[in-house]
């Protein structure tokens, strides 16, 4: 069965420290792999997507990710992160553009002063 | 451009009970999915509806069930409510079929809570 593990529940930080959170899939096929985050009481918002191409993408709010085919993983990484960053962070993967999309259980991202 | 609106935002209902909820979708998209996130957990798949039709399910019982409209709005019904449907409700649309770029455009949500 397709799967998304996200392997870290929560990430605690310091402002202006690096972050990394991590994602893993399951596959055997071609995905498409996608951040999303989460503000409180808030729906979902597109924080970047690997379709094909440059395996480096880069999104919104400084954010980037790098897919690895071979370790079937997403990390997605900020070189700086800001108090406004703490909210929560799903990585997810989907078969067909436009399709469903199987997300993880989410990490919380915590950034203290 | 208007994004994806949902209503109601919050709403409870007791067991038993049955629920509409519903989605416009984004200008320009006819595809509208809707997931289930349960308190603390990701999203869930429940179906989704493209040119009025369903084009795919998750893992929901007959219960539940959905609506497009020929605006590309829609509903999605739940009867005979559980205390497990207690979640946050999100749709979202795509353009799908029109050489989009495979994103989903999420709506804000609806809270039910099943009493």
């Known amino acids: 069965a397709q799967s998304v593990t996200q392997l870290d529940s929560q990430v605690p930080v310091f402002e202006e420290a690096p972050v990394e959170l991590r994602c893993n899939y399951s596959s055997s096929v071609s995905v498409y792999l996608f951040w999303y985050v989460q503000y409180p009481n808030q729906g979902l918002q597109l924080l970047l997507k690997y379709l094909s191409g440059s395996t480096l993408v880069k999104g919104i709010n400084g954010f980037e990710a790098e897919f690895n085919k071979s370790q079937t993983s997403f990390h997605l990484r900020k070189p700086s992160v800001h108090i406004s960053d703490t909210a929560e962070y799903f990585c997810a993967v989907s078969y067909n553009q436009g399709g469903k999309l199987i997300f993880g259980q989410g990490t919380e991202l915590s950034v203290k002063p | 451009e208007t994004g994806v609106t949902q209503s109601p935002t919050h709403l409870i209902k007791t067991r038993g009970q049955q629920v509409t909820l519903r989605c416009s979708s984004q200008s320009g998209h006819n595809t509208v999915s809707w997931y289930q996130q349960a308190l603390g957990q990701g999203p869930q798949f429940i179906f989704q509806y493209y040119r009025e039709e369903e084009n795919g399910r998750g893992n929901f019982p007959p219960r539940f069930s959905g609506l497009q409209f020929p605006n590309y709005s829609s509903e999605l019904n739940v009867n005979a409510l559980e205390l497990d449907d207690s979640a946050l409700y999100l749709c979202?649309?795509?353009?799908?079929?029109?050489?989009?770029?495979?994103?989903?455009?999420f709506g804000e949500g609806s809270r039910l809570t099943v009493l």
């Open positions: 979202a649309s795509s353009p799908l079929g029109s050489g989009g770029a495979g994103e989903l455009f």
